[in-house]
């Protein structure tokens, strides 16, 4: 017999096929191209399973209007697009639990697929949501699938929403659970959001070995693992490791996992796997497939309206052409975020990075659609006390993410693969510095000053930074939990809309504080 296994993951609620930068794009990604191609490959096979590796509940304009904007309780739309495809099981995303536990619970009681999570443990070190595998009867066969989740949430969450949970590590998850379920099922599938810490040709690390990404590892370690699913690095990958078939299929619908499994029965009528082919099917040539489009109109019908309300007019311009240009040399628009920042935390100093490759600033008048789409993420502020030296060290950490290549200032290529890390580049208000790129790494910051006086290491000052940042995420270990002095709990897009209802006439400032130099 022969199964196909069909997979998404990091749609991140990228339902439509726009990033809403601009009005009724048609761009090659989102659900309901998604739909459209799991559609026509189940018309096709003999017996599929259909699964999604999570970060399906944050990330699009549409996630943040049902979270933050309606406050029904749960993703009413997101959950009727899904259900819309014969999914039959997920798992559990880091960006899941962005707008806290009670709106996850929710969204996992309206979803038609069956959640496995194996790591994330309650109190009590048991499954904090539902089964930690599953298995399901297809055909002759039996198929267990096994949930998984990146561990590193534990050290990015704003704690209060992950309050009472535990995330241990995938492999030793998978340790535990596997040899169980090989004894149950024919076919064993492991349903990771997480991604590859090491280079698939020659097993070398590709990113600091932390227990972020843990599927090298798994697939090096736990014998009974047939097919591996990951996600979260929003890599396209289709291959075999250690004979092992994987697929991760990009992110926001861009990409569907398909691996099909050719069985075969022995004299004791136990399937065995004899063949594999995995593939990564495009979705963006597709038309939207009607019955998921439909399920999710009328609730962007309502957004759209709301992206398009006028909350303030700019006196000169911010907006840019270049956003390579902007973490260069800075400008008006990074300006008027960390002017946001400081006056809401009560400090002069301020660190921002520049979140969408996509948008171009606000324009004139600024409307919601500028906001959410230039600050795609739900963070929220922390208010830290940290030395002279910690700002040198933090300022030493983000200018890692320029390297010089034929005379050129370039982004390091590490900032690129495996995964697309912009936001780890960090931009800082209230002080004066240059970075010059052909010193040695630890050696690149000149002469920073605060207030017009060198910045000495033991020098005490105060800043602002996003809670992800605030504990120490994106390898910024001078930063951590120890040093927070308060968080806001207001997200910064509602704090940049609240701050142009009360500033109706923004003055852009060009005021230029640091300089990337060769």
């Avoid at 995303?93 to 999570?117: M, P, T, W």
């Avoid at 606000?362 to 789409?373: G, K």
Wanted: aromatic letters at 10%.
């Amino acid at each position: 017999m022969k199964l196909t296994i069909l997979t998404t993951s990091d749609i991140h609620g990228y339902l439509a096929a726009t990033n809403y930068v601009k009005p009724h794009a048609n761009l090659p990604f989102g659900l309901e191209k998604v739909a459209a191609v799991i559609n026509k490959q189940q018309a096709q096979a003999e017996h599929t399973l259909i699964l999604d590796d999570g970060d399906f509940l944050e990330g699009s304009p549409l996630a943040y209007y049902q979270a933050e904007v309606e406050r029904a309780g749960a993703p009413t739309a997101i959950n009727a697009a899904f259900n819309t495809i014969d999914y039959d099981f997920g798992t559990i995303g880091n960006h899941e639990f962005n707008y806290g536990q009670a709106y996850l619970k929710a969204a996992i009681a309206g979803c038609d697929r069956q959640f496995v999570s194996a790591n994330i443990l309650d109190q009590n070190n048991q499954p904090a949501f539902g089964a930690p595998y599953a298995i399901k009867q297809i055909g002759p066969i039996k198929v267990g699938v096994l949930g998984l989740t990146t561990q590193s949430v534990d050290a990015w969450e704003n704690q209060a929403c992950i309050a009472g949970l535990h995330f241990i590590s995938a492999q030793a998850a998978a340790q535990k659970y596997v040899p169980l379920m090989k004894k149950a099922a024919d076919v064993v599938v492991v349903l990771y959001h997480g991604g590859f810490e090491r280079d698939l040709s020659d097993g070398k690390p590709n990113d600091v070995i932390d227990g972020e990404n843990e599927s090298y590892q798994l697939l090096a370690d736990v014998p009974g693992i047939d097919v591996l699913v990951t996600g979260h690095q929003h890599r396209a990958l289709a291959g075999k490791l250690f004979g092992v078939p994987y697929v991760q299929p990009g992110h926001r619908g861009n990409y569907v996992g398909r691996i099909q499994l050719t069985l075969e029965a022995d004299a004791q009528n136990h399937y065995q796997i004899t063949a594999s082919n995995q593939k990564l099917l495009k979705t963006g040539e597709q038309k939207p497939a009607i019955k998921t489009s439909t399920a999710f109109r009328q609730t962007e019908k309502a957004m759209e309206a709301w992206l398009a309300r006028p909350l303030a007019h700019i006196e000169g311009s911010l907006t840019y052409d270049d956003p390579f240009q902007v973490r260069l040399r800075g400008g008006a628009f990074i300006n008027f975020i960390q002017k946001i920042q400081m006056e809401t935390m009560g400090c002069d100093l301020s660190a921002t990075a520049l979140f969408s490759n996509e948008a171009r600033g606000f324009e004139n008048p600024i409307t919601m659609r500028n906001i959410i789409t230039n600050y795609v993420y739900p963070n929220t502020l922390a208010l830290l006390e940290i030395t002279g030296a910690d700002l040198k060290a933090a300022l030493e950490k983000t200018a890692e993410y320029f390297t010089i290549k034929n005379d050129q200032i370039i982004v390091d290529p590490r900032y690129h693969h495996p995964k697309i890390r912009d936001y780890n580049y960090d931009m800082y208000a209230g002080v004066d510095y240059q970075l010059k790129i052909s010193n040695p790494i630890g050696s690149r910051v000149l002469n920073p000053t605060y207030h017009g006086k060198p910045v000495t290491n033991k020098m005490k000052l105060k800043i602002a930074l996003n809670a992800y940042r605030a504990v120490g995420g994106g390898h910024y270990p001078m930063y951590d939990e120890s040093k927070i002095i308060r968080y806001n709990t207001v997200t910064m897009s509602n704090l940049i809309a609240s701050y142009l209802q009360e500033h109706p006439n923004i003055v852009a400032n060009h005021h230029r504080n640091f300089k990337v130099i060769i």
